[in-house]
């Protein structure tokens, strides 16, 4: 029995929640859908891919009781930007631009969300 419950609690421990993510430019030039990996650290991983082919990796933290956080990305298209969020812990928003100013918004998570963008994110391929 102790054993199970060190398993278990080792899980816990090292828990982590996966949740959609979908955004635009604020010049409505490109759409992107992706995930973000969020740990009990309260540090996170996102990946992306955006309407143009471009894949894009990244990291974030929360840094305000894990309601609000930033975050950096870098594509293998050359592009590079930061970002801010929102949280809920199972859902949000954020915004941020890349090295050229252009502006973007993205949402994450969220049950109704979830089944939309996760059927997306599969037509991807």
Not at 11 to 22: E, H, N, S
Not at 57 to 68: A, D, K, L
Not at 85 to 98: A, I, L, M, P, R
Request: hydrophobic letters at 35%; proline letters at 2%; charged letters at 20%.
């Amino acid at each position: 029995m102790h054993s199970l419950l060190s398993l278990v609690l080792a899980f816990a421990l090292a828990g982590c929640m996966t949740l959609p993510v979908k955004g635009e430019y604020k010049d409505g030039s490109e759409q992107f859908l992706g995930s973000a990996t969020g740990y009990m650290s309260g540090n996170g991983d996102i990946s992306i891919v955006a309407e143009s082919g471009a894949k894009c990796e990244g990291t974030f933290r929360y840094i305000n009781r894990r309601v609000n956080g930033d975050g950096a990305f870098k594509c293998n298209d050359g592009r590079v930007g930061d970002f801010f969020f929102t949280s809920n812990g199972t859902e949000g928003e954020g915004f941020g631009k890349d090295q050229n100013g252009k502006l973007f918004r993205f949402k994450f998570g969220g049950p109704e969300y979830t089944r939309a963008a996760e059927a997306q994110w599969n037509a991807l391929g």
